[in-house]
């Protein structure tokens, strides 16, 4: 009898584990809640942009928050007060989209402009032609795209880079563009970068090459934020 019990026990484990509502490893839902302490501690490498990722907020608050004028530079160990979170809204589409990304073997040439970007996004490109192997959700804040490592990716709208870089957990080799004061974009798990802090990117520009930095396969996880809110990609790479 006792033998026979045993043996339920292990099966019932086992149909736990392949259940469909176990969440796989490489999807990122953490958005860190405010500590109650309100403050962060500024960490290498991190911007205002990133410790807005981190919890969700938009750096704009950040910056009123803390009387911080554009450019936005913080430093190493300084301490930053946070604003509360927003109600969340459901965001609209509101820009045209198309499906294409640029051959690989394409040439791109360089920004030419200098300036902060503000004017609207009028064109979002998919960053990679690859498949999407998970959805956004409550699991997930953006989508993660399939591919082989070192295929590329490609920015998805013209913009500045603002933070690039390890420092964010789960991210691994992470890229985020600004490309107005309301959108962000994020390319996470890279296995080669090739843009750094302060560049400015064209449309279809080519950025990294796809690897498994900071999860268990090759993909490319990718989230566009509103007003520091993650918004679902599909939405606008439709």
Same mark, same amino acid.
């Given at each position: 009898?006792?033998?026979?019990?045993?043996?339920?026990?292990?099966?019932?484990?086992? &149909?736990?584990?392949?259940?469909?509502?176990?969440?796989?490893?490489?999807?990122?839902?953490?958005?860190?809640?405010?500590?109650?302490?309100?403050?962060?501690?500024?960490?290498? /490498?991190?911007?205002?942009?990133?410790?807005? #990722?981190? $919890?969700?907020?938009? $750096?704009?608050?950040?910056?009123?928050?803390?009387?911080?004028? %554009? !450019? $936005?530079?913080?430093?190493?160990? /300084?301490?930053?007060?946070? !604003?509360?979170?927003?109600?969340?809204?459901?965001?609209?589409?509101?820009? %045209?989209?198309?499906?294409?990304?640029? !051959?690989?073997?394409?040439? +791109? *040439?360089?920004?030419?402009?200098?300036?902060?970007?503000?004017?609207?996004?009028?064109? #979002?490109?998919?960053?990679?032609?690859?498949?999407?192997?998970?959805?956004?959700?409550?699991?997930?804040?953006?989508?993660?795209?399939?591919?082989?490592?070192?295929?590329? +990716?490609?920015?998805? &709208?013209?913009?500045?880079?603002?933070?690039?870089? *390890?420092?964010?957990?789960?991210?691994?080799?992470?890229?985020?563009?600004?490309?107005? *004061?309301? $959108?962000?974009? &994020?390319?996470?798990?890279?296995?080669?970068?090739?843009?750094?802090?302060?560049?400015?990117?064209?449309?279809? /520009?080519?950025?990294?090459?796809?690897?498994?930095?900071?999860?268990?396969?090759?993909?490319?996880?990718?989230? +566009?934020?509103?007003?520091?809110?993650?918004?679902? %990609? &599909?939405?606008?790479?439709?």
């Amino acid at each position: 009898m006792k033998k026979i019990l045993l043996l339920f026990f292990i099966i019932f484990l086992t &149909a736990c584990t392949d259940s469909e509502n176990y969440a796989p490893v490489v999807e990122i839902s953490t958005i860190e809640p405010i500590p109650a302490s309100g403050k962060h501690i500024v960490a290498f /490498q991190e911007t205002i942009y990133s410790i807005a #990722w981190i $919890y969700g907020l938009d $750096y704009r608050d950040i910056a009123k928050r803390n009387h911080l004028l %554009p !450019p $936005y530079t913080v430093h190493e160990d /300084q301490v930053i007060y946070l !604003p509360p979170k927003k109600k969340v809204v459901t965001a609209i589409k509101e820009v %045209p989209v198309v499906k294409k990304v640029p !051959p690989e073997n394409s040439v +791109i *040439s360089k920004p030419i402009f200098t300036m902060e970007p503000k004017g609207p996004v009028k064109l #979002w490109v998919s960053p990679n032609a690859g498949p999407i192997i998970s959805k956004y959700g409550a699991q997930n804040k953006g989508i993660n795209i399939g591919g082989n490592r070192n295929d590329p +990716i490609f920015a998805t &709208a013209a913009g500045k880079v603002v933070y690039s870089g *390890s420092g964010l957990r789960g991210y691994g080799n992470l890229i985020i563009i600004k490309h107005n *004061s309301t $959108y962000l974009s &994020a390319y996470a798990h890279n296995q080669r970068v090739f843009v750094r802090d302060g560049d400015y990117v064209l449309t279809g /520009q080519k950025i990294a090459e796809m690897g498994d930095s900071g999860t268990t396969r090759v993909m490319l996880h990718f989230e +566009i934020r509103k007003d520091g809110q993650p918004v679902n %990609p &599909a939405m606008y790479l439709k």
